[in-house]
């Protein structure tokens, strides 16, 4: 049973810092895509960052340069590490695992979303 759990959202200021990590259960980890979406209010989800077995990222246009994403494989644990906040980066955030190369599970699993607020 493979579950993700999303952590570290909240409100914060425009232009503060937060943290967000997905920990994730079942195995395999280390060899899946992993990758974090987020939905903002009114709109579609959309990929934010992505990260492969191998530690290759890549980052939506929109968060380049201010969001970096990392991955633990033995904690199965994967990061965003987001920085200069802009209101505009008010969404729920997801969390959700890909198979990779080698994975003999063809599903994809989301995480339950943790909530960034961008305010003052």
């Known amino acids: 049973q493979v579950q993700l759990v999303e952590s570290g959202g909240g409100l914060v200021q425009p232009g503060g810092s937060l943290r967000l990590s997905c920990a994730a259960s079942?195995?395999?980890?280390?060899?899946?895509?992993m990758g974090w979406y987020r939905e903002g209010p009114g709109k579609q989800r959309e990929l934010v960052a992505r990260?492969?077995?191998?530690?290759?990222?890549n980052y939506a246009d929109s968060v380049k340069g201010r969001f970096t994403i990392s991955r633990d494989n033995a904690k199965k644990t994967v990061y965003l590490q987001m920085n200069s906040l802009k209101p505009e980066d008010t969404a729920v955030y997801y969390c959700?695992?890909?198979?990779?190369?080698?994975?003999?599970?063809?599903?994809?699993?989301w995480g339950q979303g943790t909530q960034v607020t961008v305010s003052s």
């Open positions: 959700k695992r890909s198979p990779g190369p080698g994975s003999i599970d063809p599903r994809e699993y």
């Open positions: 079942g195995s395999a980890f280390s060899i899946n895509l």
């Open positions: 990260i492969t077995a191998g530690g290759r990222t």
